[in-house]
């Protein structure tokens, strides 16, 4: 697909543009899932991500029932930053 200006109005896109956008923009996640979800934000291995959810500096970025672990993107890239 060709690059859209974003001055472009929505009026002036074709069906499949904005489709396409949509799908851009549907398809980045907000979270991710476990300790690998934790270790592709992160970038490091699985176990270097389990050092860094148990030393509770991404305790607010992180819902946690029994094994079920989510991952808030954002909030625990900006966690991870302030540290």
Not at 23 to 30: D, L, P, Y
Not at 43 to 54: F, H, I, L, Q, R
Not at 57 to 75: F, P, S, T, W
């Amino acid at each position: 697909m060709k690059n859209i200006d974003p001055q472009t109005p929505i009026s002036q896109l074709t069906v499949a543009e904005f489709l396409e956008i949509s799908k851009r923009v549907n398809s980045e996640k907000k979270y991710e899932y476990g300790l690998k979800g934790l270790a592709k934000i992160l970038g490091c291995s699985v176990s270097k991500a389990s050092e860094v959810k148990s030393s509770g500096i991404l305790n607010k970025a992180i819902i946690q029932n029994g094994n079920i672990i989510i991952i808030d993107k954002e909030k625990a890239l900006q966690l991870f930053g302030k540290k």
